[in-house]
């Protein structure tokens, strides 16, 4: 026989003739997960029992007993002392019901004039709006950090690479500082996002609005919406903003991925361009000599996570008539555990390139010695010279392929060997291909010269001392 108890305190209970299922009971209920939504619950229940008061619909004292018991709830539920369980369905019905049982019937008037419908959806974007916050924040202290490596290496040179391929020497700053402007593009985005979470759908009811003379500007004013959805089908159907929160939630992932895919590579044996630190990696369970780049490798790995959030959500709506329909009920889960796992990612990268690795410089500066990325700038120096670049470009080219052959660099040429190719070569083609000045010479806006990384870092640091 199926247990009825939880079914009789069912606010839809008396429409129906027998209990649910427990199995289905279970499958329907959100309280396992929705749970994360009870602080913003109770303050969007709180503006809107303000709203009833301020309208008439019930007492100024009526108003004033459910603000007061709601917020009695909230000290309950940080001192650990409200637990709903899964016979309260979903977290408004168990602050609905705690209410009840602290206030008595006055506890029955909150859901005038509102449905869960609107209800689910403003807590939500009370919650995103709060979690956007952070992860600017966050945003801001990983370029902070990010500045502050990239001042220490402004002159420190890394291999630039194309195809994966030795391309041209950079300033190590300025690789650092592809980052920063990556992430800048993710705050920005954040914010744009943030204008559309920002809109209220209090006061929409189930679809269609409300009989009661409600005031839903002054619902968002106490809330602090900048303002309220014009249509009462899109306010409670419109999860669009989590999509696109997802969407920009998934640029910061690769971004970080592709920070996390180099490091993988600059502190492996090939490379050997960091040394990462002990409280960032571990070890092998039987390969005494290893140290594994856990952190990267996980951050890399949790992007398909974020991705996945992203599909869900897109595959959720695509087929979903007005307006509201369970399905959406899903939309939770995927998204907090994508804010979960950005902030997170974000949180490690922040410690793994602050504390975590040191770049070995000798190395790197061995690194830009050995090989011919500095070939462009022999055809650069010969273009100077008033020869075509063209020409330039493939009398260079015929010169990297006979060095190769001699198992020569660039600069163990003679000048002999350098004139026999082109009388344009003097003395000076020596310090034109040295990997400092090879690097230097680039001071094109946006380039990888020393004065432009310096400008970029200014930049930067301005950027960051705005907001």
Known sequence: MVDTSSQSQQTWSQRFESALHPAIARFNASIGFDI???????????????????????????????????????????????HPG???????????????????????????????????????????????????????????????????????????????????????????????????????????VYKRVNISPLGCGALAGTTFPIDRHYAAELLQFDRVYSNSLDGVSDRDFAIE???????????????????????????????????????SSIMPQKKNPD????????????????????VLMKGLPLAYNKDLQDDKEALFDGVKTVQGCLEAMTILMQEGLEFRTVRLNEAVNEDFSNATDVADYLAAKGVPFREAYNLVGKVVKTSLAANKLLKDLTLEEWKALHPAFEADIYQA?????????????????????????????????ES
Not at 247 to 261: F, G, N, P, Y
């Open 86 to 192: 899964i016979d309260a369905e979903d977290v408004h019905f168990a602050v609905e019901r705690r209410l009840t049982e602290l206030i008595g019937d006055t506890g029955k008037k909150l859901h005038t004039a509102r449905s869960r419908n609107d209800q689910v959806g403003t807590d939500t974007r009370l919650y995103l709006r709060d979690q956007i916050t952070h992860l600017r924040q966050q945003l801001r202290s990983f370029q902070a950090v990010m500045v502050e490596l990239a001042e220490r290496h402004i002159e420190t040179l890394i291999p630039g690479y194309t195809h994966l391929q030795r391309a041209q020497p950079l300033s190590l700053a300025h690789h650092l500082l592809a980052y920063v402007e990556m992430t800048q593009r993710d705050w920005e985005r954040l914010g744009d």
């Open 36 to 82: 994360e939504l009870i602080e913003y619950d109770i303050t969007g229940s709180q503006a809107h029992a303000q709203m009833l008061s301020h309208t008439g619909i019930i007492s100024s004292e009526e108003g004033k007993q459910l603000v007061e018991g709601l917020e009695q709830i909230r000290q309950e539920y940080r001192q650990g002392q409200f």
């Open 433 to 465: 291909i040295t990997p400092h000045q090879v690097v230097a010479a680039r001071n094109s806006y946006g380039g990888t010269g020393f004065e432009q990384v310096r400008r970029a870092l200014a930049e930067a640091k301005q950027r960051l001392n």
């Open 245 to 283: 929160f997802l969407c920009a939630a998934s640029l910061i992932m690769v971004h970080l991925s592709r920070l996390a895919e180099e490091v993988i590579l600059w502190a492996s044996e090939e490379f050997r361009f960091v040394t990462l630190k002990d409280s960032c990696s571990t070890g």
């Open 295 to 314: 952190v990267p490798e996980l951050v890399r790995g949790k992007t398909g996570r974020v991705f996945g959030h992203l599909q869900a959500l897109l």
